[in-house]
């Protein structure tokens, strides 16, 4: 009787062992297959919410958002809490040895011209603001235009793309106001005169339904480059002429070190479809999707 029961309990523990492995090779992430996490520039959040969404529904995949500023974006990236990442900037030399001295080639993948917008409360009937001024203020002079600046975080890309072209390292703190996300910047302008909002143009040409009441108090201003008499929206054409002077290049930044979701996403992404989900959200594609014509020699009525 005892030899039947160790008998039973030996084939009852190798089925086990074979259905456990059979359920982990299911796990086993491929390229369009798996689950995996992604770290997303705060900014860029509602494009690459809808390019993962659509990408799902085509794969046995799901793809978990971090949305952080771009500072943690990248200690994140560094530190291997996720192996992808959505930038408005590639990774420096420096950042690029550290993954090399862990066996991982990092690989960057363009996949859109993005824009820096500024908003203001639409009871400002002005809508022109000259670079220079935003420049100005920033360095610390006086400017009677502009009350305030209004940025997401200090850590955000945004405040970076703007300390760059301002020729400074830090943000002075007089009338200059940050809060945590592109969400916050948008409502606080939206109920205070006088202030300008330095976002992410993703976030006004596909806002969140609970965001469209305030998307729709504020105005996006058109800029006149340091340089130059003309003022310029930040639409997909002005961004294809390059027209507009606050643009940047979006990329997705695969550093897993083995063909995972990365190098699908990525993949997806840069392709047709995730060119035309650029398209539609605003921005402006790599690679603009081509559209077939049927040329017929008659009209078929039906």
Same mark, same amino acid.
């Given at each position: 009787? $005892?030899?039947?029961?160790?008998?039973?309990?030996?084939?009852?523990?190798?089925?086990?062992?074979?259905?456990? $492995?059979?359920?982990?090779?299911?796990?086993?992430?491929?390229?369009? /297959?798996?689950?995996?996490?992604?770290?997303?520039?705060?900014?860029?959040?509602?494009?690459?919410?809808?390019?993962?969404?659509?990408?799902? !529904? #085509? #794969?046995?995949?799901?793809?978990?958002?971090? !949305?952080?500023?771009?500072?943690?974006?990248?200690?994140?990236?560094?530190?291997?809490?996720?192996?992808?990442?959505?930038? @408005?900037?590639?990774? !420096?030399?420096?950042?690029?040895?550290?993954?090399?001295?862990?066996?991982?080639?990092?690989?960057?993948?363009?996949?859109?011209?993005?824009?820096?917008?500024?908003?203001?409360?639409?009871?400002? /009937?002005?809508?022109?603001?000259?670079?220079?001024?935003? *420049?100005?203020?920033?360095?610390? /002079?006086?400017? $009677?235009?502009?009350? %305030?600046?209004?940025?997401?975080?200090?850590?955000?890309?945004?405040?970076?793309?703007?300390?760059?072209?301002?020729?400074?390292?830090?943000?002075? @703190?007089?009338?200059?106001?940050?809060?945590?996300?592109?969400?916050?910047?948008?409502? =606080? *302008?939206?109920?205070?005169?006088?202030?300008?909002?330095?976002? %992410?143009?993703?976030?006004?040409?596909?806002?969140?339904?609970?965001?469209?009441?305030?998307?729709?108090? *504020?105005?996006?201003?058109? *800029?006149?480059?340091?340089? &130059?008499?003309? #003022?310029?929206?930040?639409?997909?054409?002005?961004?294809?002429?390059?027209?507009?002077?606050?643009?940047?290049?979006?990329?997705?930044?695969?550093?897993?070190?083995?063909?995972?979701?990365?190098?699908? =996403?990525? !993949?997806?992404?840069? &392709?047709?479809?995730?060119?035309?989900?650029?398209?539609?959200?605003?921005?402006?594609?790599? /690679?603009?999707? &081509?559209?077939?014509?049927?040329?017929?020699?008659?009209?078929?009525?039906?």
């Amino acid at each position: 009787m $005892s030899k039947i029961i160790n008998f039973l309990i030996s084939a009852f523990l190798a089925l086990l062992i074979v259905c456990c $492995s059979k359920k982990e090779q299911n796990k086993e992430e491929t390229i369009i /297959k798996g689950s995996t996490s992604i770290l997303v520039d705060e900014t860029l959040v509602p494009v690459i919410e809808d390019q993962i969404a659509v990408f799902e !529904s #085509y #794969y046995d995949a799901h793809i978990t958002i971090i !949305s952080e500023s771009e500072s943690e974006v990248l200690n994140s990236l560094i530190k291997q809490e996720s192996g992808i990442a959505v930038l @408005t900037r590639e990774l !420096s030399d420096n950042e690029k040895k550290l993954f090399e001295q862990k066996k991982i080639i990092p690989r960057t993948t363009k996949i859109a011209i993005d824009a820096i917008a500024f908003i203001a409360n639409k009871n400002n /009937k002005d809508t022109l603001i000259a670079l220079q001024d935003v *420049v100005s203020f920033m360095q610390g /002079k006086s400017s $009677s235009k502009i009350k %305030g600046l209004v940025f997401d975080n200090p850590n955000s890309s945004t405040v970076r793309f703007m300390n760059t072209i301002a020729g400074i390292k830090t943000m002075r @703190t007089e009338a200059v106001y940050s809060f945590k996300t592109n969400e916050e910047v948008i409502r =606080f *302008v939206a109920q205070n005169d006088g202030m300008i909002g330095v976002v %992410g143009v993703n976030w006004l040409s596909q806002p969140s339904p609970k965001m469209q009441e305030f998307v729709d108090k *504020v105005n996006i201003l058109a *800029v006149k480059n340091l340089t &130059g008499k003309d #003022y310029f929206e930040p639409t997909q054409n002005n961004l294809a002429e390059g027209q507009y002077p606050l643009a940047r290049d979006l990329y997705v930044i695969n550093c897993q070190g083995n063909s995972g979701l990365g190098m699908g =996403f990525a !993949s997806f992404v840069a &392709g047709d479809i995730g060119q035309r989900i650029i398209l539609k959200s605003g921005l402006l594609p790599i /690679k603009v999707p &081509g559209r077939r014509f049927n040329i017929r020699k008659e009209i078929i009525n039906k």
